[in-house]
């Protein structure tokens, strides 16, 4: 931290007030609710957020009808009761409160306190401010009191001359008892009595009390709230202040309760959160700060905390050239571990590794590193304002706090921690495989041991690759957009070591491999197509494997065909690794919907065989291809069979992206065998892929409801959802989809007997089959359907001439026309030619 004069770095406090509208807006409404009962309101905040500077502006904006007094608990001596009480009693007697009866107690307590002292107006408290007091030592000059509450209160009725006033003196049963009272117990009547003229005072006229950090006066609570009574005489006042408001700052929310419940209802707690972008900006462009790239980089910086932007402000105005750096952020951290205990400092910095952390990874780090482990450490750590919790026993640390705390640590130790928290996160991925309830998503240990393995320099790309795809299985493919966040995030600035220098070109490639299958689940394969240009890389490992049959998955979805078989078939010839098994069901996949049916059957089988056990994903890929297949063919029995094979084999390991393609699959198949459970079952697979965010499969579904509406005849809702299905193919660029869906459509517009349109919507389906060169089956589908109502063309005869040559069904070709021919009666059945 630099060495600099430190008066200045108050200045905050004389600075521009910004936002906490809705701060100061709760303060309003409680003062209009003020009332002969008791109100604390709790502004609760980490070190730094700006709770002194808002309690300095809730006093600005406290009317004159109100008195206000403040209690600082950061200076040492206002910590003590008495220090603290004859404070409080010169501020609200400066504004007209008479504190007759505190007065006459608290010179009993100062002379049993110093009873070396002489009781006169030069060693008393108050004695020029008190009237009361004032007149009876006058009385008493000269004179040995030794304080005694007898003699005191004898002498007022010879000092007093308002008969009320001294009657309220003379019968006052506490002055009366006070000399029989022990030191403890005269401290207490005389937080009363301050409590009785105070409470007095506020039937004329209201107050308000602020009291400032209070975490000064208990640094460190105790597990469950309490703490070593140190603020037992604050509790005590507090509690019989009515008839006013006491505004009470703390890093931690009050934790009375656990002495009391009925605290509960007095205590109403306020979060001070982080300033909005705009109130920093404001902030710095008003201090002085104007340059944008500058404000936006120290805004960004500060997360919101105003003690850190006003330290880069001081920063700024010392040395214009100089941002806030190293010294800024170490005064932070001091600012947050203040009134945190030694001994739990070392294992924070340890902890701020981590982004999340439980009681579990705190033990193993704890047993690591030889620091105390146990829960009352925990307990005491995870009562800070600066660990925020998180659902179910998690825990992270403030976002300044990571990164100043990290400093503390060499390399060596941060990529210790690094390891001992990716085994940590491994292994409650491993638990909660096998039904283990963690409290955290079902993919986050897995996107965490990426990240620690990255910052561990002990991870290669293949691992990186096997934990997103069991992230994939576990919670879908939208898991796998924070591993590649936190990767591109280590590229942008790896480390300058043997591991980066080695690794970080397959670590890149594994960033983008992730990300383009992200996205081809997504639907989005115009950025895959841009991610990929060159598709002529070597692809013998794994990663630049998959990324090469990523980039050919989204040209056949754009309608490239040709160009996306022969990737495939280069990766299933030249890869002999991980990857082959899916080379080969790519290869069968568009192979099938080339029209090579059994060529692509006798593919599957053989990558089925190829496969291992435990590799239920790509076997249940292979089953729901063939169904495809089968789907296709018009043999629905078939079909549904190897989609039932299909869902087994995904649910067996819970693949939530597997098990959602089946759903969409089952209402394609219902929709030619049960509309009105295809209605239903659409309904449902739609709610999954909607927060799987695939919009191709998104657009196959609302296919699927339009064809089993048309058969319902219910041509309204039909057309309805051939609207929503041409939106999401056409947003997903899914071209020989939509084609699909306009083939349908077309026997919509048919029953509306808008024949000149069925046959340009027929015609235009058969050309884009043809130009992604797929579908051959349903380009002759299309010509026989043409020819059943007689819109056929030549164009479209000459393209079934063209189709047919390229179909190897299973069977005959005639088994083929035939179930075609039962299929189209569905739809055309009525239908005048």
Known sequence: MPIRPRYRRVSALQRQFFNREGLLALYDEELREISDRLRILNVVGVGGIGKSRLLQELRNRTPDTCRAARLDLQLPTLRQQEDALAVLRME???QGVQFDRFDIAYAVLWQRVHPQLQMDRKNTPFAEDSEVLSKILDDAMGLPVFGTAAGLVRLTGRAVSNRQRRRRIESDPTLQELDSLSNAELGNAVSYLFAEELRRSAEERPYVLFVDAYEAMVPTPLPGGRSYASDAWLRDLLGQLHGGLTVLASREPLPWAAYDKEWETVIRETRVDGLPMPARLDLLAQAGITGVPEQRTIAEASAGV????????????????????????????????????????RILELLS??????????????????????????????????????????????????????????????????????????????????????????????????????????????????????????????????????????V?????????????????????CLDAESRLELGDAATVIAMTPALDMPVGSVVAARLALAGANARRIAGESSHAASIFERVWAEHGGEARPSAGLCVADIRMWQGDFAGAFALAEEV?????????????????????????????DRAAGLLAQAEEEYRAVGAVVGLANIRTNRAELLAFTDPRAAVEEAGAALEVQRDLGAQHEIGKVYTAMAIAQLRLGRL????AAFRNANTALDQAGYRSGRARADMFRAFLLLRRGEREATR??????????????VYP????????????VGLVTPELTAAADRARPLLRPLGTVEDLDRRTDEVLSMFLDGVAP
């Open 608 to 636: 089925h065989g190829i496969c291992s056990p435990h590799e239920r994903v790509i076997r249940g890929d292979l089953k729901r291809l063939m169904h495809l297949g089968h789907r296709f063919l018009m043999d629905f």
């Open 492 to 512: 942008a600035s790896p480390p300058r070591t043997a591991y980066a220098t080695e690794a970080l070109p397959g670590i890149r490639d594994a960033a983008d």
């Open 306 to 345: 105003p003690f850190y932007l006003h330290l880069a402000v001081d920063t700024h105005a010392q040395n214009p050239d100089r941002a806030a750096g190293p010294g800024t952020a170490e005064e932070i951290v001091q600012r947050f571990l203040q009134h945190v205990a030694p001994d739990e400092v």
């Open 353 to 490: 590794v981590a982004r999340t952390f439980d009681l579990g990874m705190f033990r193993v780090i704890g047993r690591t590193f030889d620091l105390p482990a146990n829960l009352l450490t925990w307990e005491s750590l995870t009562a800070y304002s600066f660990a925020y919790p998180l659902p179910r026993g998690w825990y992270r640390l403030h976002q300044l706090m990571i990164t100043a705390l990290q400093r503390h640590l060499s390399p060596g130790v941060k990529r210790h921690v690094h390891a001992v928290v990716r085994r940590y996160w491994e292994e409650l991925a491993d638990r909660m495989e096998t039904g283990a309830d963690s409290g955290v998503a079902r993919s986050s240990p897995l996107r965490e041991a990426v990240y620690h393995g990255l910052h561990a320099e002990d991870i290669s790309p293949e691992q990186i690759q096997r934990h997103a795809d069991r992230a994939v299985m576990m919670s879908g493919r939208q898991a796998v957009d924070g591993m590649v966040k936190d990767i591109r995030d280590f």
């Open 777 to 788: 089956s349903l380009i002759t589908a299309i010509h026989g359907a043409a020819e059943r």
């Open 760 to 773: 340009d919507l027929l015609l235009h389906a058969a050309r884009e089959f043809e130009t992604c060169q």
């Open 716 to 719: 309204e809702r039909s057309e």
């Open 92 to 94: 609200f007697g400066a």
